[in-house]
């Protein structure tokens, strides 16, 4: 707890501990954001896992509209207007990204592992919301995993270089290349106009506060990255 505290504090952005591995972003009035980790849930926020617009997800680039709870299937980003209904994705070293219109009210989760991020998955979430224009949305880039620790094949840096990203300011060569999830995001988002973006910073797989596949295998927890509307 003390190391979350520590990260929470050299942050630019305003965050809040509830309690235990639980992250509230600082947010307008209007609505809420939140990501939790290790040994902690959704319950700590008053939420209950069957309330929640909840994807099975298979690291695609599909996005949903949703109007109620439930677990839509194939499905890796999820957006709603409703207030009161959180939509979530869940994640153990993969990029979470949470956005919101305080235009529209409109807000969306987003599940981005590299292959979601190749394919350009919150671009896509991003049109499904149809902003009146890009700076409109705002996003917040939860924990995930570093560049220091996403060691890649050559053939997922290629994969990301056939798609146009700029390998310059995302990869760097060690022993093998490494990946910077967070940065590729970053510049998805920019090229769709967004200008308010949050990098909260934490690596899953360096930090105890959060689960990761790469340090505990796939059989491991999942951290949960939610946002809702609230209700009047």
Known sequence: MSDMLESISNK?????VVRGAV????TPSWLKAFTTGRDSGVEALGLRLEDLALPRQVHSDHVCWMKEAGRPECTD?????????????????????LLYDPRQHIVAAV???WRGTV????????????????????????????????????EV?????AEGFPMERIAKKAAR??????EANRWLLEQMGVVD???????????????????ETINTGRNYNGIFIKTP
């Not at 992250?23 to 600082?26: C, E, I, N, R, T």
């Not at 394919?119 to 570093?146: F, N, W, Y």
């Not at 973006?197 to 340090?215: K, L, N, P, V, W």
């Open 177 to 182: 290349w490494h990946i910077d999830l967070w």
């Open 157 to 161: 840096y290629e994969a990301f270089r």
């Open 197 to 215: 973006i949050f990098i909260e910073g934490t690596c899953t797989r360096a930090s105890m506060d959060f689960y990761s596949a790469r340090r």
């Open 23 to 26: 992250v509230v972003y600082d």
């Open 12 to 16: 630019e952005f305003p965050l809040k």
């Open 111 to 113: 599940h981005a592992g």
């Open 119 to 154: 394919a350009r998955i919150v671009q896509k979430t991003i049109r499904q919301m149809e902003p009146l224009c890009g700076d409109d949305i705002h996003a917040i880039i939860g924990p995930g995993i570093s560049l220091e620790w996403f060691e890649v094949g050559d």
């Open 77 to 97: 980003a999820v957006i709603t207007d409703k207030p009161g209904l959180c939509v979530c994705v869940k994640t153990a070293d993969c990029i979470p990204i």
